[in-house]
């Protein structure tokens, strides 16, 4: 490619609203353009950079033999009322409707989809286990678009779905496309973490993201200082603490606690460690037909972690409540417990289980329990609702959990038979008795890794391209265009590289020898070739840059010198 007939509209200034490097450098680099909020162009830099992980991943996905298809973006809603899930998308669902007055749906994800492709027509055991992905457009009207192609309404993601004969066969697939996804982004290059994830409302057994690790990263992830665990906070779990502090005696007996409301309050109050106390966290669940206040008790020295509560009441989502409108229920903030308690649905932390020496809200104003044993409570539900903390003990070894951050590009997911048995995809098993496909389905953000390589690769100046991503490996640089000596061994170079199979393009343009280079940094071609003055001495410069280092070499030797480092 020649610079001079290239379209790289560089820029000086990065958008307003761009905070991060991968947003700020792939806009002024002219990899990318806004179109409207969430909406992005992708110019021809950017558009190579964005095939060139696609044909990463098509080249690991077809060593698994997965097969590509390639399914419609518009999806009739009538799938997604099959599968329940119209409503559980809610407004991120982008809805219209044709001429005809038929609804639709542009995908944001293809399980509806797919298995409606396979039913029917997988219908023997014979022909599981099959794997099908598609490397395509997506749209979600996210709440808060944001970070440029980190978190976009259009975007391009990596769809895959497996439909198997059994669990175990399904673990087999699951682990293989884990393998598989491991390869995609040591191929890119990239710092990552597989971890545990929240399975969210569809259950499934078990699902793991793919965490590139960056500061900018928007999920918290908790990893062991020892072992391999990681999990999503949201997910993370934690070993049974070993260091208990001392428990408070005290009988039971009701309390007055005058004006005494919160955790630190009560603490300071009784000289009682927070471990002690229950702590009580009224929410709204908000579900597909209507909504309730509900109780989450847990111990005062822990947080709630607001997926975990949001799965054990399989609500859409949860709100807080005002306390007018706690008052409003009959309820009494700041002295709410759990003895007592009526009309509402109460959910308890595990580590609430048999646990002595509580001291929790009485319901009434200006008093508290002391001295309560949990298990006198009955019929009771217990669930894991905590936000581990850094410095909690890993669930599986002696390490300890700190948090970090990551960027989720990518999702694997053992789906079960929750998709089959809604839109009735069944096959006859080895007996020939009819049973739902058990389905895996593995997602990877495309153009989230985009962004994700430029937020592990960049400085001060730009982008710093990898390997397999860089849009054109080799920049020869001409400084100057009118010095004859200068262009004819650039174009000499230039043609060579090209032949030998090096993705090279040529600044060729009538720009200062400084606007060229700073767009070289910009941009980030791994190498430059500085044709300059110092080739009246038979020199020229090797621009790294990785290291933003330039090395000085003999213009005869420059081609072999340089297909060697390639
Ligand atoms: P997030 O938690 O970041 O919203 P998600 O859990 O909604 O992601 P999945 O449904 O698991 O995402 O989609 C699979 C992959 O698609 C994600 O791992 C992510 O890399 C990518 N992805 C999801 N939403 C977006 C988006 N708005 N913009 C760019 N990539 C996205
Ligand atoms: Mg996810």
């Known amino acids: 490619m020649r610079f001079s007939k290239a379209f790289i509209p560089t820029a000086k200034e990065a958008p307003t609203d761009a905070l991060l490097a991968s947003h700020i450098f792939l806009s002024r680099a002219g990899f990318i353009s806004q179109v409207a909020s969430g909406l992005y162009n992708y110019l021809p830099l950017g558009k190579r950079v964005l095939r060139k992980i696609e044909n990463i991943i098509n080249e690991e996905m077809q060593r698994c033999d997965a097969q590509e298809v390639e399914l419609s973006f518009v999806t009739p809603a009538e799938l997604w009322q099959e599968s329940g899930r119209i409503e559980k998308f809610g407004k991120e669902l982008l809805r219209f409707r044709d001429r005809k007055e038929n609804l639709f749906v542009l995908g944001p994800t293809h399980e509806e989809m797919m298995v409606n492709i396979v039913r029917n027509r997988l219908t023997s055991y014979k022909q599981l286990p099959m794997n099908l992905y598609q490397i395509k457009t997506k749209f979600r009207d996210e709440a808060r678009p944001r970070f440029g192609l980190m978190r976009a309404r259009e975007f391009v993601m990596k769809d895959g779905y497996s439909f198997h004969a059994d669990e175990e066969d399904l673990n087999r697939e699951f682990n293989s496309m884990q393998e598989a996804y491991k390869r995609i982004l040591e191929r890119l290059d990239l710092d990552f973490r597989i971890v545990e994830a929240d399975s969210g409302a569809i259950g499934g057994s078990g699902s793991k993201e793919l965490m590139v690790i960056a500061d900018s990263g928007e999920d918290t992830i908790a990893i062991c200082s020892k072992c391999e665990y990681g999990a999503n906070i949201e997910a993370a779990k934690r070993s049974k603490s070993t260091e208990i502090p001392e428990a ?19 603490s300071s109050f009784f000289h009682v460690d927070a471990y002690y106390m229950v702590k009580t966290v009224a929410k709204r669940a908000i579900y597909e037909d209507g909504d309730e206040i509900v109780f989450f008790f847990l111990r005062g020295s822990d947080d ?5 509560a949001t799965n054990a ?14 008052l409003e229920a009959g309820f009494i903030p700041g002295f709410m417990g759990p003895l007592d308690i009526l009309n509402v649905r109460c959910i308890f932390d595990n580590e609430l289980e048999n646990a002595d020496s509580m001291i929790c809200g009485a319901n009434e104003v200006d008093y508290h329990y002391v001295g309560v044993d949990m298990s006198v409570l009955k019929d009771v539900v217990f669930t894991d609702l905590v936000e581990v903390k850094e410095g909690d003990g890993c669930p599986y070894c002696d390490g300890v959990l700190s948090y970090t951050k990551g960027i989720e590009v990518g999702h694997i997911f053992k789906l079960g038979t929750t998709y089959s048995k809604a839109l009735k995809a069944e096959f006859l098993n080895e007996k020939g008795q009819s049973e ?6 593995y997602g990877m953000g495309v153009s989230r890794l985009i962004a994700a390589v430029i937020e592990q690769h960049h400085d001060d100046k730009g982008c710093i391209w990898t390997k397999e991503t860089a849009p054109y490996t080799l920049n020869i640089m001409v400084s100057n265009i009118k010095d004859e000596a200068q262009l004819s061994l650039g174009e000499e170079l230039y043609n060579k590289f090209k032949d030998s199979g090096v993705e090279v393009i040529i600044d060729d343009r009538k720009e200062r020898f400084g606007f060229k280079m700073k767009d070289a940094e910009l941009i980030g071609f791994p190498y430059t070739i500085i044709i300059g003055k110092e080739l009246l001495n038979s020199n020229v410069q090797l621009y790294i840059r990785k290291t933003d280092e330039k090395i000085m070499l003999e213009a005869k030797n420059i081609f072999e010198k340089v297909i060697d480092i390639l």
């Open 313 to 326: 009441v399989n609500a859409l989502e949860l709100v807080d409540v005002s306390e007018d409108d706690l």
């Open 304 to 308: 709630l972690q607001e997926v975990k």
């Open 436 to 441: 739902p496909l058990v389905m895996g389905t």
């Open 248 to 266: 408070p005696e005290a009988d039971f007996n009701k309390f007055k606690t005058p004006d005494i409301k919160s955790i630190e309050q009560l």
